[in-house]
């Protein structure tokens, strides 16, 4: 994105620096003018100079035997000819040291005003450079000053904020980058409606922003919303590029990865899709960025728990890795197709492929450490858990030395590995492991949603253990976090909510349970559907907030909610449908005043695997429309 707002900078008139205020309005030109139209390049006829004393310049233009008199230029054109001069300079520097000299020699002659065009040339390409952002972010700020002065709307202005917005957010200045980037958005809509420029300039600018604004909302943790820009720059893409080039295809696929790491799989599929339909119509099935289409829909295929086709891709993306010889490359795709042969119960072909790459690994390497977690899990599933416990320690002891050099890695680790515990019930060790994790991600703010994630886990093992007072500030802090990240409908947090409400129940708190388990029924009604068994299972938990209030008549209705939902599903719910229609007759028996013995309040639980699965793990066995795979 940085080369494209460089490469806008270059379709600008080169205009004459001090004539950049009444030009503003004229900002682009045709991609295929010739740069011998530019004002800076237009001087056909170029005389030579010799200067002779200060001051003085001498017309060389024959030099024979008879020599002219010298004639003092007058003092105005002798200034023009220093700017010209300064501005050819400028003009043919290809370096940003070069710029920066003719930048310096230049502000002796020009003010601030006219330097301004001159400041954004300076700033994008030390931004794209992104060597020094604090240098990068003076230049922008000049440009922005100078260009913005008489307040009207300009291309220019523009693509001054888009580089705030930019330099900013390399700065990891996450909420000016985003006040920026608002406040470019926002002209480039005025510039639109008002048609103060073309919609063919304000493309390319448009696109620069909506991508850095996605950008700057992933790394806030606003990862739904940023979705809806990086679709915005896609659109912008489909229009300007042609059909079936390289660049849109790998366009297809960075959306494709950011569906997938909100979990929304079903909306990713498609546009992995597209990106593999292209890269194979205009590179062959045998290139590199096929390997990588490949790679992303093993993600989404898991995550679909569609393992077969997962795994079908996978082998597909390994032999071109082969082919091009990428071993580092081709060793993740390896773990990765034994994490899928262990979704499928695979277990021993998943154990026999990773003792074949364990080989391939160095001592302390990252890589070693993810083969001992995947072992590790496929012991666990055999319940060889002595075993298993052994791969994991191992997998620890590397881990332990990578925090400082890899901390979102392994973050990201210790909360796999602290699953493998949780299953062998070693809730202690779960939790440990998961307040390692935390404490690494707290530090990361654009790993916000992995943050959140964690706390839930966290908050939701310490209420199998009972401590439902410490269990209660995670699953709050979760619950805020998550709803940034991953929208307020997102399921993942109608889980927590539920959790929430369980833990307000346990602690004879009901209203503030009701409160809890209401939210968690509205998100899970909209994101699983009111049929779905989570979804009643939260019914259920409301109506017994309810009767625990006393509040018989709402306690009835929502169990006949229940009732009615499970009737829905036939003959494989007629267990369920049983017991929901006992309770709905003990909440009428109480409502008549007579007691019974109390029912018991169960909570739901979390998805066994982090709602911030990244999307490079393809070992996801979870997704939006399964209930069993995040139990």
Not at 65 to 88: A, C, F, G, I
Not at 328 to 336: Q, W
Not at 402 to 426: D, L
Not at 486 to 513: C, M, T, W
């Amino acid at each position: 994105m940085k080369k494209a707002s460089l490469s806008l900078i270059s379709k600008l008139n080169r205009q004459r620096f001090r004539g950049i205020s009444p030009l503003l309005s004229r900002d682009y030109i045709s991609v295929n003018s010739p740069s011998s139209s530019s004002p800076l390049h237009s001087m056909d006829h170029r005389i030579q100079f010799c200067a002779k004393t200060p001051g003085l310049v001498y017309p060389c233009r024959n030099l024979g035997t008879l020599v002219e008199k010298p004639n003092q230029l007058p003092s105005r054109q002798r200034k023009r000819k220093e700017k010209s001069d300064l501005e050819e300079a400028f003009e043919s520097a290809e370096t940003s040291e070069e710029m920066l000299r003719a930048f310096k020699d230049m502000e002796a002659c020009f003010d601030e005003r006219e330097l301004g065009l001159a400041s954004l040339k300076i700033g994008l390409k030390l931004d794209q450079e992104g060597e020094d952002p604090e240098k990068a972010l003076s230049f922008a700020d000049k440009a922005l000053k100078a260009l913005d002065q008489d307040g009207k709307p300009s291309i220019l202005v523009a693509m001054a904020l888009q580089l705030m917005g930019s330099v900013n957010y390399s700065l990891k200045r996450f909420n000016d980058s985003l006040g920026y980037l608002n406040r470019a958005n926002k002209l480039l809509g005025r510039l639109e409606e008002e048609r103060v420029a073309s919609v063919e300039d304000i493309r390319p600018v448009m696109h620069a922003v909506q991508l850095e604004l996605g950008n700057v909302k992933t790394a806030m943790g606003r990862r739904e919303e940023a979705l809806g820009n990086l679709k915005k720059a896609l659109e912008i893409k489909e229009i300007t590029l042609e059909k079936d080039c390289k660049e849109l295809g790998v366009a297809y696929r960075d959306l494709a990865e950011a569906y997938a790491s909100v979990l929304n799989f079903k909306e990713a599929l498609p546009f992995g899709l597209k990106a593999l339909e292209i890269h194979r119509k205009e590179l062959g099935n045998n290139s590199v960025e096929v390997a990588h289409d490949r790679r992303i829909l093993g993600v989404i295929y898991t995550g679909m728990e569609e393992h077969e086709k997962a795994l079908e891709q996978n082998e597909l993306s390994q032999k071109i890795l082969k082919n091009w010889g990428l071993s580092s490359e081709l060793l993740r795709s390896e773990i990765d197709a034994a994490n899928m042969q262990i979704a499928l119960g695979k277990y021993d072909e998943a154990i026999n492929t990773l003792k074949g790459i364990v080989q391939q690994t160095d001592k302390d390497s990252e890589n070693r450490a993810l083969v001992f977690i995947s072992m590790g899990k496929a012991l666990c599933n055999q319940e060889r858990f002595a075993d298993s416990k052994r791969c994991l320690e191992i997998a620890c002891g590397i881990l332990d030395k990578k925090e400082t050099v890899s901390p979102i890695e392994v973050a990201e680790a210790y909360s796999e590995i602290s699953m493998q515990y949780e299953t062998m019930n070693e809730f202690e060790i779960a939790i440990s492991l998961l307040k390692r994790s935390l404490a690494l991600l707290e530090k990361q703010p654009q790993e916000q949603h992995s943050e959140g994630s964690v706390s839930a886990r966290i908050g939701w093992l310490l209420l199998l253990k009972g401590e439902v007072p410490q269990a209660i500030p995670y699953l709050e802090s979760a619950a805020e976090i998550l709803k940034e990240s991953f929208g307020s409908k997102h399921f993942g947090v109608g889980y927590i909510y539920n959790n929430l409400g369980a833990a307000y129940l346990e602690l004879d708190r009901p209203q503030s349970a009701a409160q809890m388990f209401a939210v968690a029924k509205d998100i899970m009604d909209v994101s699983l559907g009111p049929h779905h068994v989570d979804s009643i299972e939260t019914c259920q938990n409301l109506s017994k907030a309810y009767s625990a209030m006393g509040s018989y008549p709402l306690a009835i209705e929502f169990q006949l909610r229940v009732v009615d939902a499970w009737e829905g599903h036939g003959a494989s719910a007629e267990d369920e449908l049983r017991e929901a229609q006992h309770i709905l007759e003990e909440l009428k028996t109480r409502a008549r005043g007579t007691s019974t013995n109390q029912f018991p309040t169960k909570a739901l639980p979390l998805p066994q695997h982090s709602l911030a699965s990244r999307n490079s793990h393809p070992n996801v066995s979870f997704n939006q429309n399964s209930a069993d795979s995040m139990r």
